[in-house]
């Protein structure tokens, strides 16, 4: 499926006056919202009956918890994109949404246009943050993961896809890649795939946890 018409949304939260707000604001926008749910096990039902392209998930949610509802998601349908949007910018909160598979993580005080920025980006696959959690998530991976020497059967990337790796790394958009390296949206997602196959990795989400685990932020432009 095309990035950009994964258009399917389904809304997570225990609070119905966000949930209204939510909706109103993303069916404006061109979304369609295909389920709510209130609670954990309401979620995972009718996630499985309606199969959204993009979750957005609060934490703090009756059981299972939202990390937990993302880390069911991502083992029984792993293209499933979850965005979450928590009250908490707690580290805790954030590295175990992000280690369930989360693909970001915006605080509920973020303005309107972010948020439906945040849905909007990762509809199309990329990273987002909240301004200021990014770093927060890298240097807990970074904490977190020895890294290992390459061996001689280690697979070799070119300085393009490293160039690439670096900013996925970095949760840039792919718009926000191609503009910053002068090529085309088309050309980057061709480098992101060259650089899953060489990996042996199934898709995005798994990229930039290899990123993030590697240590590629870190390195120079």
């Known amino acids: 499926m095309d990035e950009l018409s994964r258009r ?7 609070h119905p006056i966000w949930l209204e707000a939510l909706t109103r604001d993303l069916e404006a926008e061109g979304f369609e919202v295909v389920a709510v749910a209130r609670s954990g096990d309401e979620c995972l039902r009718r996630l499985r009956a ?18 937990t509802c993302t880390e069911i998601i991502m083992r029984e349908f792993p ?3 979850v965005l979450v949007m928590s009250a908490s910018g707690e580290r805790d909160d954030v590295i175990r949404a992000i280690r369930a598979g989360a693909r ?6 973020a303005s309107k246009a972010e948020l439906l920025y945040g849905v909007r ?14 770093g927060m998530v890298l240097g807990e991976f970074r904490r977190m ?8 059967d280690a697979p070799v990337l070119t300085a393009r896809e490293i160039d690439v790796l ?17 090529v085309s ?36 432009a």
């Open 8 to 14: 399917r949304v389904m809304l997570v939260d225990d």
């Open 50 to 67: 309606t199969r959204p392209d993009v979750v957005v998930m609060d934490l703090k949610i009756p059981e299972p918890d939202g990390a």
């Open 79 to 81: 293209e499933t994109h």
């Open 104 to 109: 970001g993580y915006l605080v509920k005080s």
């Open 121 to 134: 980006r990762t509809a199309e696959g990329d990273a987002v943050f909240t301004p200021g959690l990014a």
């Open 145 to 152: 993961v020895a890294r290992t020497e390459q061996d001689d």
């Open 166 to 182: 670096r900013r996925v790394a970095k949760g840039m958009a792919y718009r926000e890649i191609a503009d910053e390296l002068y």
């Open 185 to 220: 949206h088309r050309t980057v997602q061709n480098h992101v795939q060259n650089v899953l196959r060489k990996l042996q990795l199934h898709n995005r989400v798994e990229l930039t946890r290899y990123a993030i685990e590697q240590g590629f932020s870190d390195l120079e």
